[in-house]
């Protein structure tokens, strides 16, 4: 069959979805070539592991406040708090924040004091795309908590 | 060393004894990430606030490590609790070695 009767035999639909296939493979190609230099998973447990040892981290306490949807990824506004009475023997060492979906996993580590009053804090952070954002708590005990909240991101904010 | 930076805090004048309040801080940067590139095509090289540390009366209260994945013009809020009147005190260092500071007072009773 030559390919002109094998495009007069296909329906119109068919060609459509054909041609939407093919865009999506070409798109797919762009987000799997510009992902290869970013952070995944695996680079966050790592990053986690070198900063907190093997502690295994339990869930819970931590509370992310991120927006659902961010339409600028070079501004995404991101406020965490940890549930904690903050006494001087009980509170919140420090929060480690991470993104697996940036170039480099990291973005900041806030340390609280029994003087901070309460363990909450916010800022502004850049996300290269849609990613998981990470939190990790650790308290003055020695335990570990651990959080996580995906971001949709319409435009990238890392340059490059 | 990165130009035109300048600091702004926000701590309420007056508060209660043991009140825990609610201090609001941006700083003028750049915050270079050191993967964006030039009209020339060159990356630009690295330059951001690495470190942002905040003292009551000398004591530590809050210290933030930040990486370049902080945007530009940094913005960081957090809390403190306040037992006596003093000062608030501000320093943020950067990669290359600069320190920004900004103090501000508080009153409680």
Redesign the interface.
């Known amino acids: 069959m030559s390919t002109k009767q094998a495009l007069s035999a296909m329906t119109r639909r068919e060609a459509l979805l054909l041609a939407a296939g093919a865009t999506i493979v070409a798109a797919g190609g762009v987000v799997l070539k510009s992902g290869t230099a970013n952070a995944d998973q695996k680079m966050v447990d790592e990053a986690v592991m070198k900063l907190i040892g093997d502690k295994k981290p339990a869930e819970g306490k931590i509370t992310l406040e991120l927006p659902q949807i961010a339409e600028n990824g070079?501004?995404?506004p991101v406020g965490v708090s940890v549930d904690s009475p903050?006494t001087a023997d009980n509170y919140v060492k420090t929060v480690h924040l991470f993104?697996d979906g940036?170039?480099?996993p990291?973005?900041?580590?806030?340390?609280?004091?029994?003087?901070?009053?309460?363990a909450?804090?916010?800022?502004?952070?850049?996300?290269a795309g849609t990613q998981n954002i990470v939190a990790v708590a650790e308290m003055s005990d020695g335990s570990v908590f651990r959080a996580q909240q995906e971001v949709k991101v319409t435009i990238g904010?890392?340059?490059? | 060393m990165a130009k035109g930076v300048k600091p702004r805090v926000r701590v309420p004048k007056k508060a209660a004894k043991g009140d825990v309040v609610e201090i609001k801080t941006l700083i003028s940067h750049n915050m270079e990430s050191g993967r964006r590139k030039g009209k020339d095509g060159k990356l630009i090289p690295r330059s951001i606030i690495n470190k942002m540390e905040v003292t009551f009366n000398g004591k530590p209260v809050f210290t933030a490590d930040w990486h370049p994945a902080i945007s530009a013009n940094p913005y960081m809020s957090f809390f403190a609790k306040v037992e006596e009147s003093g000062e608030f005190a501000f320093k943020w260092t950067d990669d290359d070695g600069s320190i920004y500071e900004k103090t501000s007072k508080i009153t409680v009773g």
């Open positions: 070079n501004t995404v903050m993104a940036n170039p480099a990291d973005v900041a580590s806030l340390h609280f004091t029994p003087m901070s009053g309460k909450s804090a916010a800022t502004r952070i850049r996300l904010g890392c340059g490059g």
